[in-house]
């Protein structure tokens, strides 16, 4: 999976970085799906995986306004 802020501008950075971080996996916990890797990059994040590796089969739909 890779997140793109709109426009991809360069805002993943600093606290906001750790934020993105922190919701990521929380949500993830939520949704019993386990973060193998999570790599924040200052204009999109990548969550690698393998649709066998998750747990549920359909990634749960969340509101970027809700995550920030």
Not at 33 to 54: I, R, S, W
Request: charged share 25%.
């Amino acid at each position: 999976i890779v997140w793109c802020p709109k426009y991809r501008y360069r805002i993943l950075q600093g606290k906001v970085k750790e934020e993105v971080e922190m919701v990521v996996r929380e949500q993830s916990r939520q949704q019993e799906c386990e973060v193998v890797e999570l790599n924040v990059q200052a204009d999109h994040v990548h969550l690698p995986g393998h649709p066998a590796h998750f747990k549920r089969q359909a990634a749960p739909h969340v509101p970027a306004a809700q995550l920030i």
